[in-house]
């Protein structure tokens, strides 16, 4: 099972920041929070991801709690083209590439 | 950046076919691949690992006999679905992530297999 928790929906209006929560209170001390999108019908976009300290890319920016119990994605300016199902996924560490388990995700849609 | 590529996009089928599907890492060598199914309106499903040069790990609940999957180079991942059937209609989705590079390297996804059964 997922090891996290998102909200099922979410909106936002164009040219806003989009901040998308996600619960994940049984991380453990050595498993990444990452973040990933889907757009209809494609295959799932890797976003960010990190461990415990904050992060950002050309992208996003992740905040993660200082607990590691929750964490935010942020898309600063979100555009029509960011409307996508977004998966907040803790990696679980198997082998050398470390399975997903993607949980139901958040949808967001951004609005005009 | 990384780069995955799935063939074919989409295939429709007899039931009763067996239909392959690849996965490439086009600018990357990928010792483990994973492969999804997802369908409508649900998330995705993690069915298997596919290792380089060993047999695959299934996830619970995925035959092994029915879905084969073969990973001959670090490059490439195919899975078959033998003697397919209506219910197996769904959209395959592979993954891979960077060699050697640690655990916390990202998968990057391909863009998926539309199969249909009639």
């Known amino acids: 099972d997922a090891k996290t928790t998102q909200p099922t929906s979410m909106d936002c209006a164009e040219g806003r920041a989009a901040n998308l929560p996600c619960n994940h209170s049984?991380?453990?001390?050595?498993?990444?929070v990452y973040w990933y999108r889907q757009i209809h019908s494609q295959g799932p976009q890797y976003i960010i991801h990190g461990l415990k300290n904050n992060e950002t890319n050309e992208m996003a920016s992740l905040i993660i709690t200082e607990d590691r119990k929750s964490s935010t994605l942020i898309l600063p300016h979100a555009t029509l083209r960011d409307t996508a199902v977004y998966y907040c996924i803790v990696r679980v560490l198997y082998n050398q590439g470390g399975k997903l388990i993607f949980g139901q995700g958040t949808e967001l849609s951004v609005k005009p | 950046g990384a780069v995955v590529s799935q063939h074919p996009s989409w295939v429709i089928c007899k039931s009763g076919t067996s239909v392959k599907i690849e996965c490439r890492s086009l600018d990357f060598q990928a010792t483990t691949m994973f492969w999804y199914r997802q369908f409508p309106k649900q998330s995705l499903m993690l069915m298997a690992t596919s290792n380089e040069g060993s047999k695959a790990t299934y996830e619970q609940g995925v035959e092994k006999d029915k879905f084969l999957i073969n990973h001959a180079s670090l490059t490439l991942s195919t899975l078959t679905v033998t003697s397919a059937h209506p219910e197996d209609s769904s959209f395959y989705i592979c993954?891979?992530?960077?060699?050697?590079?640690?655990?916390?390297?990202?998968?990057?996804f391909g863009d998926g297999t539309r199969l249909s059964i009639l």
């Open positions: 049984t991380i453990s001390g050595n498993e990444y």
């Open positions: 993954s891979a992530s960077r060699t050697g590079w640690g655990s916390n390297q990202p998968q990057h």
